[in-house]
């Protein structure tokens, strides 16, 4: 067989078409590694990322790339304050502050809806922003419809607003704000989605997107499944039908113990992915017997723990746990990549040693339907 592009192949691979090798899907480097691996002035680095990371994912053999997340160069994370804390661990304070949002997301809504040149607009950004992304990545790089606000909106946990104790208490004493509140979250998301078939359309990009949020710790869901299918999925499924029913491939982030969330997120048209932590209790050769909603075999984005085995282990390590992958998930759609984001610990060589072997073990590996 030729050799492909980068782009090509991942294309084929998640289309469950032949392929040279199987794909390797471009991960965030630790910063000082890709210093060292480019060449390139540390304060050049800082300044521009984006290029130092394509560069360092194209000298790797990367394929696909899913989202700009980048290194920080320090702490920047703003800790809470106590009258943020005092106030949020009042359930009444949290649920009248969501009414206001509740209130603000719907007034957005039925601007946007009535405004052909905001859509239109927005159609257009999302166009710029693929194009300009794809020009830098080059042939060799997909650039996804990635995680990103161009990207597949999907309904986010307010935790980030009002801490876990909030969030966990408007859930459990006013649920009917809580469902509001995502509803109101599935209408602004379904009309961006709309937006992105359109701009897909226009340019005739690979459906392929890239999309989740965090709903898991390492031991389960933050809130119970019984919750979710009244109050979440239900929403959910409307904020996506418009890129389910144009055929999209969805692609979720998967990280914690996921279990009991892939069957909902299977039937709302869910076609793969990405992540699983089996030291969390997820393991892929069980996710491996599901299929897609429409019999498919799913896609996987993974699933090389590097906490257990990238990070700490040896080179042989490396090579067994990327045969254990290709030895549970041997459906067409495997795309190789780590469970998590490498941390700056992990030793140089062992990131070489990923790469490398992801090339060597996933050459020859011809999955299709």
Known sequence: MYHMTGRERSIKAMNFEATDRLPIMANTLPADFVIALTGIPAEQYWADQLTAHIQSMKMLGMDFYIQNWFPAREQTDKPWSRGELERWSIVENVAEDMEHEIARLDRTWQTLRADAQRREARIQEICTFQTDMQRRCGEDLLWTFAMDYNGAHVLEFPYETYGYEGFFLVCAAYPDVMDRYWAAQARLARWHNECMVEAAHRLDYPKIAYLGTDMTDQRGNMVSPRFMDQHYFPHLDYALQPLVNDG?????????????????????????????????????????????????????????????????????????????????????GLCLGTSSYIPPTTPPQNIFALYRLMHELGTGLNRHL
């Open 248 to 332: 999209f491939k969805l692609v979720w982030h998967c990280d914690g113990n996921v279990n009991d969330l892939l069957g909902p997120l299977i039937s709302i048209g869910i076609n793969g992915f990405q992540g699983f932590q089996e030291e969390c209790g997820t393991r892929i050769k069980d996710v491996a017997r599901l299929r897609a909603r429409n019999g498919d075999p799913l896609i996987l984005w993974g699933s090389v723990s590097v906490i257990n085995v990238v990070e700490v282990g040896t080179e042989d390590d490396i090579r067994r746990e990327i045969q254990r992958v290709l030895d549970e998930w041997p459906h067409p």
